[in-house]
């Protein structure tokens, strides 16, 4: 009788799964067809659409733009939430905990409250319509800092003071044990840091107006405006500017998985 009703508990949860998985992939169905298929009559499979949107959407400016901006920024925020995290899991400071209360709370602060402040320091810097205005307002993260924090406090401290007692001081202990350990959490936050920032419309839109500096999201904005009952064309130029971040999630599932599972175990 329990094996029946572990079999019908089996099936049960199989076919929720599996509502779950074509309402999640319907838009994504949706698109993928709608770009691929012409809007004559005949509904001929092409590849025209991806040409035609490549070309008039200056992908290729947006491309390089978007990519630089993204990655400047995971670097940056991977070198300060390192840093930053292994103070506040490591280290005996007055204050540390209400250093720790003050970045978690800039994560309920939405970055459109700040972007006056932003705004104006970028002025008074020069930093407007530049790569640096895209680029500095996120360079560290509190999530970035909340997460390697968590996942440093899961790693055994014994290696950290045997490591101590050979002469490693602490900036050879971040990069030569702790780091390498905190692989999934590093490669948690890149994903996250390059798909927010390869997503992102509002600092270039606020923070840049020329158009050699237009990224990704821009450039889709300014194509949907100009193509508005083409859906064909629209669809694909949608499909190219996500590509390359489905893409990373996929190379990078596992460890990112891995990294959010393990992440908060311990306290």
Known sequence: ????????????????????????????????????????????????????????????????????????????????????????????????NAVLLLILSTLVIPFQVLVIPIFLVLKWGHLINTYWAL????????????????????IPLELEQAAALDGANSLQIIWYILFPLAKPAVITLSLFTFIGEWNDLFKPLVFTNNPNLTTVQLSLSS???????????????????????????????KQFIEGVSTTGIKN
């Open 1 to 96: 009788m329990d094996k029946i009703n572990n079999s019908r508990s089996q099936i049960i949860s199989f076919l929720i799964l599996l509502i779950g998985l074509i309402i999640v992939l319907s838009p994504l169905i949706i698109v993928l067809y709608t770009s691929f298929f012409s809007n004559t009559s005949d509904h001929s499979f092409t590849f025209h659409y991806y040409q035609e949107a490549w070309e008039k959407g200056n992908f290729i400016l947006a491309f390089s733009n978007s990519s630089l901006v993204a990655i400047a920024v995971t670097i940056l925020q991977i070198i300060t939430s390192t840093l930053a995290g292994y103070a506040l899991a490591r280290l005996n400071f007055k204050g540390k």
């Open 135 to 154: 680029i500095l307002p996120t360079a560290a993260s509190g999530f970035g800092i909340f997460l390697m924090r968590q996942y440093f406090t899961t």
């Open 223 to 253: 194509f949907q405006e100009q193509f508005t009952s083409n859906w064909s064309l629209l669809m694909a130029a949608v499909v190219i500017s996500t590509l390359p971040v489905i893409i990373l999630f996929i190379i990078g599932q």
